[in-house]
């Protein structure tokens, strides 16, 4: 398995531009979820997806979008990049009853000029 | 609606030294989860235990241990003989049966071990 993985790594972005940070894992875990992490913040919840086709917006939803077409791939897009939304991003995945692990990827580092 | 507290923001202590980390929640469901995560300089998130609501005992993993008291609605955890490797930021977080895929996180808690 190759768990969660990311892409990309580290991006560069200019304000307004648009772009879709990748996410997928391999162990068939109903649970997926997106979060931002800044600086003496925390992690703060983007949005999660309890199963493929459905959604929901977490604490800071404002900027992004989601969707869950397959229960591997959680994709989350930017539609007008702004430096607030400069952070890294984790993308998260757990089974429905909890009985195994909650697995992170490895981050992607986004900065908005 | 959920909340995690972590106010210990950074904590310094001393190679071998014992070092409790707080963490107290808040939520109006019945049933809900605990977590620990661990946060190296290398980035990476490590999940180091999860606790459901039903299940007070106390937790001991090699040096770690967690103390889970319902009534105080805290969940602290606790390094003891702590080591260099040990330095890290520590998050605690919570989730609710009813929204059981929304796990919320506390700020976290930069532990520093000095030789």
């Given at each position: 398995?190759?768990?969660?993985?990311?892409?990309?790594?580290?991006?560069?972005?200019?304000?307004?531009?648009?772009?879709?940070?990748?996410?997928?894992?391999?162990?068939?875990?109903?649970?997926?979820?997106?979060?931002?992490?800044?600086?003496?913040?925390?992690?703060?919840?983007?949005?999660?997806?309890?199963?493929?086709?459905?959604?929901?917006?977490?604490?800071?939803?404002?900027?992004?979008?989601?969707?869950?077409?397959?229960?591997?791939?959680?994709?989350?897009?930017?539609?007008?990049?702004?430096?607030?939304?400069?952070?890294?991003?984790?993308?998260?995945?757990?089974?429905?009853?909890?009985?195994?692990?909650?697995?992170?990827?490895?981050?992607?580092?986004?900065?908005?000029? | 609606?959920?909340?995690?507290?972590?106010a210990q923001t950074?904590?310094?202590?001393?190679?071998?030294?014992?070092?409790?980390?707080?963490?107290?929640?808040?939520?109006?469901?019945?049933?809900?989860?605990?977590?620990?995560?661990?946060?190296?300089?290398?980035?990476?998130?490590?999940?180091?235990?999860?606790?459901?609501?039903?299940?007070?005992?106390?937790?001991?993993?090699?040096?770690?241990?967690?103390?889970?008291?319902?009534?105080?609605?805290?969940?602290?955890?606790?390094?003891?003989?702590?080591?260099?490797?040990?330095?890290?930021?520590?998050?605690?977080?919570?989730?609710?049966?009813?929204?059981?895929?929304?796990?919320?996180?506390?700020?976290?808690t930069r532990l520093?071990?000095?030789?």
């Amino acid at each position: 398995n190759a768990g969660v993985t990311q892409t990309p790594k580290f991006q560069v972005l200019k304000t307004g531009q648009s772009m879709t940070l990748q996410c997928a894992q391999d162990m068939n875990h109903e649970y997926m979820s997106w979060y931002r992490q800044d600086p003496g913040m925390g992690l703060r919840l983007i949005h999660y997806s309890v199963g493929a086709g459905i959604t929901d917006q977490g604490e800071v939803p404002n900027g992004y979008n989601v969707s869950r077409s397959t229960t591997e791939d959680f994709p989350l897009r930017l539609l007008s990049a702004a430096p607030s939304q400069t952070s890294v991003y984790f993308c998260a995945s757990i089974a429905r009853d909890y009985q195994e692990t909650q697995y992170f990827g490895p981050g992607t580092r986004l900065l908005v000029l | 609606a959920q909340k995690v507290t972590q106010a210990q923001t950074e904590i310094s202590v001393v190679e071998k030294e014992d070092v409790t980390l707080d963490c107290v929640y808040e939520t109006r469901d019945t049933t809900y989860y605990l977590f620990w995560y661990k946060q190296p300089p290398s980035g990476e998130l490590v999940f180091l235990i999860r606790r459901n609501s039903f299940d007070e005992q106390n937790e001991i993993s090699g040096r770690y241990s967690w103390n889970f008291q319902k009534s105080t609605s805290s969940f602290n955890f606790t390094i003891t003989a702590s080591q260099v490797v040990d330095s890290a930021v520590y998050f605690c977080a919570l989730s609710e049966s009813s929204s059981a895929s929304k796990i919320i996180f506390g700020s976290g808690t930069r532990l520093s071990i000095r030789p």
